[in-house]
């Protein structure tokens, strides 16, 4: 079965594809392929990002997308990439279709990103496909809620919060390193309960396998192995006895579909809430560079209003200006066709996702702080700024994630306010592409 597909100027069925000349694979390989791997794909490399925010790499990256997207008329442009060709995609409604397609035409798992991930969560949803996944999606779903406006547990995780805290608010310079450590035990504790907050071990394990994934699997396997099951039989102890509002109680308090592993997905939550010590810290700094917006955030958070959206709103602004996945990657399961070419099944399918929420011929003030634009309804569903992706390969987790990242953040402007910040933004100019999220300073002081 071919999927197709009506845009613009719609190519004769049959018609050639079009393909990167050798000039321009080479500059798109030496600008964005290769720069993304050497950053790091599971876990970021911060000497890199710190380098990266010197050269402002991603300036290279958009360059190279840019004169792409003009050459060829916003048209699909097949790449060679590190594992083979790959299907760049530019025109806005070939975007809107990536997300629409469902999982048996555009999976997740594509050979690089399986590589990658399978090192640390190989029984985990995005390395699956098929009737496996949509199992082990429906255990994700009920632990993540994803269809709740608040989490059913936001109450015991916003309590969480509020302890882990408690040494941020009382620094009067909060950089990264503090941040990192308190994202860390929220994430232990959220996921397996109070009992694991304090285990270093547990975390040394899953940093060293995230730190191999990022060599494709290839980094000492056996070894990483044997090391992710020791993990695994740590996280079935914690939850064993973990309370029942913690993710891996969810997971367990009802029967799974056969082999569907319930607790498959715990190494991807307790990385997924992780890494939001570098959404918060940057939504800090920005916020420390706009004080007006953070005149209104203060006051959302003074008022008790529910929800904070517009803490919320910021959160993802941040996201949307510096995304954890700037590239989104899918495979065909089945022959496709774009604008009249075909392909066929197994081709590798990318939305340069960081590259499109800054182009301002899609998005107005691309390139500013404007939370406001997440205020305004159906904005969350804009195909235009997916920083969580949109469609069936949505992060079921977002709505989490943003709770609580907002949440850390209002416990940090709670009686304080960002006086000062490093690196300085100027906010007359468009923001920098990237920021060295590891030497961002936070002065506190009292309103």
């Known amino acids: 079965m071919t999927h197709s597909t009506g845009t613009r100027e719609a190519a004769r069925p049959g018609t050639a594809?079009?393909?990167?000349?050798?000039?321009?694979?080479?500059?798109?390989?030496?600008?964005?392929?290769?720069?993304?791997?050497?950053?790091?794909?599971?876990?970021?490399?911060?000497?890199?990002?710190?380098?990266?925010?010197?050269?402002?790499?991603?300036?290279?990256?958009?360059?190279?997308?840019?004169?792409?997207?003009?050459?060829?008329?916003?048209?699909?442009?097949?790449?060679?990439?590190?594992?083979?060709?790959?299907?760049?995609?530019?025109?806005?409604?070939?975007?809107?279709?990536?997300?629409?397609?469902?999982?048996?035409?555009?999976?997740?798992?594509?050979?690089?990103?399986?590589?990658?991930?399978?090192?640390?969560?190989?029984?985990?949803?995005?390395?699956?496909?098929?009737?496996?996944?949509?199992?082990?999606?429906?255990?994700?779903?009920?632990?993540?809620?994803?269809?709740?406006?608040?989490?059913?547990?936001?109450?015991?995780?916003?309590?969480?919060?509020e302890e882990e805290c408690r040494p941020l608010t009382a620094a009067t310079v909060l950089g990264f390193p503090l941040l990192r450590t308190a994202l860390a035990r929220i994430s232990r504790r959220v996921v397996l309960g109070d009992r694991a907050a304090d285990d270093g071990e547990l975390a040394g394990w899953l940093t060293t396998l995230r730190d191999r994934a990022n060599w494709m699997g290839r980094s000492r396997p056996e070894d990483s192995r044997a090391l992710y099951a020791r993990a695994e039989a740590r996280i079935a102890r914690y939850a064993a006895g973990a309370p029942p509002h913690t993710l891996a109680a969810r997971a367990l308090s009802a029967p799974a579909p056969e082999g569907a592993d319930p607790l498959g997905q715990t190494h991807h939550w307790l990385l997924a809430i992780e890494v939001l010590a570098p959404i918060v810290t940057r939504t800090l700094l920005l916020l420390a560079?706009?004080?007006?917006?953070?005149?209104?955030?203060?006051?959302?958070?003074?008022?008790?209003?529910?929800?904070?959206?517009?803490?919320?709103?910021?959160?993802?602004?941040?996201?949307?200006?510096?995304?954890?996945?700037?590239?989104?990657?899918?495979?065909?399961?089945?022959?496709?066709?774009?604008?009249?070419?075909?392909?066929?099944?197994?081709?590798?399918?990318?939305?340069?996702?960081?590259?499109?929420?800054?182009?301002?011929?899609?998005?107005?003030?691309?390139?500013?702080?404007?939370?406001?634009?997440?205020l305004v309804p159906g904005a969350d569903g804009d195909p235009r700024t997916a920083p969580f992706s949109q469609g069936p390969g949505r992060c079921p987790g977002d709505r989490l994630g943003l709770l609580l990242s907002s949440l850390v953040c209002a416990e940090v402007l709670r009686g304080n306010r960002l006086t000062g910040a490093r690196p300085a933004l100027d906010t007359g100019r468009p923001l920098p592409g990237i920021v060295d999220t590891a030497a961002i300073r936070l002065r506190l002081g009292r309103p």
Request: proline letters at 9%; hydrophobic letters at 40%.
């Open 17 to 161: 594809p079009v393909r990167a000349g050798l000039a321009e694979t080479v500059r798109f390989m030496a600008t964005h392929t290769v720069p993304a791997f050497v950053r790091g794909v599971a876990s970021p490399r911060f000497g890199v990002v710190s380098l990266y925010s010197r050269v402002n790499q991603p300036a290279w990256s958009n360059a190279t997308l840019r004169a792409m997207k003009a050459r060829h008329g916003g048209a699909p442009v097949l790449v060679r990439a590190l594992s083979g060709d790959m299907l760049v995609l530019f025109d806005e409604e070939d975007v809107a279709r990536f997300f629409a397609e469902p999982m048996d035409v555009l999976a997740m798992d594509a050979k690089d990103k399986l590589d990658s991930l399978s090192v640390f969560e190989p029984t985990g949803v995005i390395c699956s496909h098929g009737r496996l996944r949509e199992d082990r999606r429906e255990v994700n779903d009920r632990v993540l809620a994803p269809g709740e406006p608040l989490h059913p547990a936001c109450a015991e995780y916003g309590a969480v919060v």
């Open 289 to 374: 560079a706009h004080p007006a917006e953070q005149d209104e955030v203060r006051a959302e958070i003074a008022a008790g209003t529910p929800g904070l959206p517009r803490l919320r709103a910021c959160v993802q602004e941040s996201v949307r200006l510096y995304p954890i996945v700037p590239d989104l990657v899918r495979v065909t399961r089945a022959e496709t066709e774009w604008r009249g070419v075909r392909h066929p099944a197994g081709t590798t399918v990318l939305v340069p996702i960081g590259f499109h929420q800054r182009d301002p011929e899609r998005v107005p003030g691309g390139h500013l702080f404007a939370p406001g634009r997440w």
